[in-house]
């Protein structure tokens, strides 16, 4: 019988489960671990509308304390899980705390990859992951103020988008020849970049950062071709690496991420996972994955918890993803890896346009670019492998789904 179960991290996925194992009648203790002092609360708006102020702090929490208590989910906040012991199931907490599991569902997340180089440790050097980070780069932020952003992707093109609304002067330095160069099509990349310069975002590319200056507090970034750039504040967005320390210093297998079946179980059988931290099985594309999504950590969740209560149901999703930055949004919608051909729908210059990834005339993927409809007629095209027919599928006139 399952009479305890525990669930350490409390971001996306673990807050999602709770709610689906109260939902689906689990009337057993039920404990949620997580080493930020904040009830679970969304990540997005870290780098949007929380960082600009226009969302308040109130509003990121998924609910409110009172819902913890009605379902009776003893939370236990600012403190990590610190050992995991599967062979007598149970978990030690930073506190000295012992908890007894019968399930364990690890949503441990994902962390931001550090710098390193000389000048990491001045102040005014900032990660974007947390909103207790948040509130420190506000701090910083004021008009005039130079933000320096490394890394030109989802988050730091965020952040950018945020900080210039706020008045900074911001530069982005980026490492490869064009901005979100391993997520989206060139074409993407060229629209992003210059709806950014059209507002006033500094955008370098092919900028290997070699050195942080400063006297204590950060001043400039220094390049690997010996050009400078000076900052008041900097923002790092070079990537994010799955949490896994705590599984893999317990046994469990782990591989750029926890290794779970399409089940969300490690190989422990008492031991499941979800979220940004796991390596899973997409059955649609067939082959291993590591996704860090809203879409994914909820839906994995989801299945961890109607599995951990026995219900053998896989996790089967086409995943999707979005970016906000200046007024544009950006869906993307499966993963274009392996495509034999691109097709543009739309012209770029309308500013709403999308980028779909074929092979053998199968929709793979598809990037839209303020352009919800595609990305909606997507979905059904991608799950039910459909084939396309190219030229119709240039032709914005004519609905994805009748490209056929
Ligand atoms: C700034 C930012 C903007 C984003 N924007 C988007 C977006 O626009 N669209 C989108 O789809 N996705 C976005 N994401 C990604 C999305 O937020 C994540 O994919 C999602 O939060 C993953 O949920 P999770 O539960 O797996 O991990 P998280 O939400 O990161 O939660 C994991 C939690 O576990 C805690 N933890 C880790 N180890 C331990 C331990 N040993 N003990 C206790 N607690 C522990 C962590 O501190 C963290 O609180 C964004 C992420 C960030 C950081």
């Keep these: 019988m399952i009479s305890t179960i525990v669930i350490i991290g409390a971001g996306q996925a673990g807050a999602q489960a709770v709610d689906t194992l109260r939902r689906e009648g689990f009337d057993g203790r039920l404990v949620l671990v997580g080493d930020e002092p904040h009830l679970p609360y969304q990540r997005p708006p870290l780098s949007k509308k929380y960082l600009s102020g226009e969302l308040a702090g109130d509003r990121l929490p998924f609910r409110h304390q009172s819902f913890y208590?009605?379902?009776?989910?003893?939370?236990?906040?600012?403190?990590r899980a610190i050992r995991l012991d599967p062979a007598v199931r149970l978990v030690t907490l930073a506190d000295g705390e012992k908890l007894q599991y019968d399930r364990l569902l690890l949503c441990l997340g994902s962390d931001s990859r550090r710098l390193a180089c000389p000048g990491v440790e001045l102040s005014g050097v900032h990660y974007l992951r947390a909103i207790a980070d948040v509130q420190r780069i506000r701090a910083g932020i004021r008009t005039g103020a130079r933000a320096l952003i490394i890394g030109g992707g989802y988050i730091g093109l965020e952040a950018a988008a945020t900080c210039r609304k706020m008045g900074c002067e911001v530069t982005v330095l980026e490492m490869a020849d064009r901005v979100m160069n391993r997520v989206v099509a060139p074409d993407v990349s060229q629209f992003f970049s210059e709806e950014h310069r059209a507002q006033g975002v500094c955008i370098?590319?092919?900028?290997?950062?070699?050195s942080l200056e400063g006297n204590r507090h950060v001043e400039r970034v220094r390049c690997a071709d010996g050009s400078s750039h000076e900052a008041d504040l900097l923002i790092v967005g070079v990537g994010a690496a799955a949490t896994t320390a705590l599984a893999s210093e317990a046994g469990l297998a782990c591989d750029n991420g926890i290794l779970v079946d399409e089940f969300c179980r490690t190989g422990d059988a008492a031991i499941y996972a979800a979220g940004d931290c796991?390596?899973?099985?997409?059955?649609?594309?067939?082959?291993?994955?590591?996704l860090e999504s809203v879409d994914n950590a909820f839906e994995q969740a989801k299945t961890a918890a109607l599995n951990m209560l026995d219900r053998g149901v896989a996790h089967d999703r086409v995943p999707w993803f979005?970016?906000?930055?200046?007024?544009?949004?950006?869906?993307?919608?499966?993963?274009?890896?392996?495509?034999?051909?691109?097709?543009?729908?739309?012209?770029?210059?309308?500013?709403?346009?999308?980028?779909?990834?074929?092979?053998?005339?199968?929709?793979?993927?598809?990037?839209?670019?303020?352009?919800s409809k595609d990305y909606m007629a997507a979905r059904k095209v991608i799950a039910e492998r459909t084939r396309l027919d190219p030229q119709k599928l240039a032709d914005p006139s004519i609905a994805l789904k009748d490209a056929v």
Excluded at 204 to 210: E, I, K, L
Excluded at 336 to 363: A, M, N
């Design 69 to 79: 208590d009605e379902h009776r989910v003893e939370l236990k906040l600012g403190v």
């Design 278 to 290: 796991t390596n899973h099985p997409s059955l649609h594309y067939g082959r291993r994955v590591r």
């Design 322 to 371: 979005w970016s906000d930055q200046f007024d544009n949004k950006l869906l993307i919608i499966g993963l274009s890896q392996g495509h034999d051909q691109q097709v543009l729908r739309g012209d770029p210059s309308t500013r709403s346009f999308t980028v779909c990834y074929l092979k053998d005339r199968q929709l793979l993927a598809l990037e839209a670019v303020n352009h």
């Design 204 to 210: 370098v590319c092919n900028s290997r950062m070699a």
